[in-house]
């Protein structure tokens, strides 16, 4: 990968997160991909592949919002972890199928088909309200009980 566009990417990438207050997924990212690279190879493959053909070149070329595509990396590492579907939370707690568009105040989660199975975050809005972190709670850590909650 071409180290320059890389820097160009993340600098893109650094402001947009200043700017917007939104949470830097980058960490959180990289943990699920070595989660990935254990579990499903293949799935992981495609997500490298994506990050280098297509999140950073769009990136640093101003092709694309910075916080938008990276988004649209953590829905593609949650697909490629489990089949099911992808839903955005509003403010309200309300669920709703995820659009590509949806506004950044969104909590937005991958749902399992397989009964049982946790939801896999995909991103979370700069502040959560607290129906975002009560759903954030019950379906991604599988807690009941809110902290604070007796």
Do not use: C
């Not at 990050?51 to 988004?71: K, M, T, Y």
Request: aromatic share 6%.
């Amino acid at each position: 990968m071409d180290e320059a566009l890389k820097k160009e990417a993340d600098r893109l990438f650094e402001a947009a997160l200043e700017s917007s207050g939104a949470r830097d997924p980058r960490d959180f990212y990289r943990k699920s991909l070595r989660e990935l690279r254990e579990a499903n190879p293949g799935g992981y493959d495609r997500a490298v592949s994506h990050f280098q053909d297509v999140l950073v070149p769009s990136i640093a070329s101003g092709e694309s919002n910075p916080l938008w595509a990276w988004r649209e990396y953590g829905r593609l590492i949650a697909e490629v972890t489990t089949q099911g579907r992808m839903v955005a939370i509003d403010e309200t707690g309300r669920s709703q199928p995820f659009h590509s568009d949806a506004p950044m105040d969104r909590l937005v989660v991958q749902l399992p088909d397989a009964r049982g199975g946790r939801a896999i975050l995909v991103s979370l809005p700069p502040t959560p309200t607290s129906a975002q972190r009560a759903t954030y709670e019950l379906l991604v850590t599988g807690k009941h009980r809110l902290p604070g909650s007796t």
